[in-house]
């Protein structure tokens, strides 16, 4: 079973950046497709980025797209999501997923 750990979130101010991992365990790193979202208080998990199995092909929400960018490293077994400019409404717990999985969460706090 796909075990997924969140690192690297924090509390940053309103423009700057902030690289978030996610450490997979229990499966072939190489047979799983990723997924980024995030989740504020009272709404829904927000999809943010995903990456295929082989990392050439990505894809992004509207609302990060040009600011965040998801890799990853079969080397590491880690995917990685880049956030750069952020805003003060990005404050979220972020979640990392795949297989069906969720990881825990890692808390981004954005001061305006």
């Known amino acids: 079973q796909v075990q997924l750990v969140e690192s690297g979130g924090g509390l940053v101010q309103a423009g700057d950046s902030l690289r978030l991992s996610c450490a997979a365990s229990g499966h072939t790193f190489s047979d799983l497709a990723f997924n980024w979202y995030r989740q504020t208080p009272g709404k829904a998990r927000e999809f943010l980025a995903a990456i295929t199995r082989s990392g050439d092909s990505t894809l992004y929400a509207d609302s990060v797209k040009g600011r965040f960018t998801i890799s990853r490293d079969n080397a590491k077994n880690t995917v990685y999501l880049q956030m750069n400019d952020l805003k003060a409404e990005e404050t979220a717990i972020y979640y990392c997923?795949?297989?069906?999985?969720w990881g825990q969460g890692t808390r981004v706090t954005v001061s305006s």
């Open positions: 997923n795949a297989a069906g999985t």
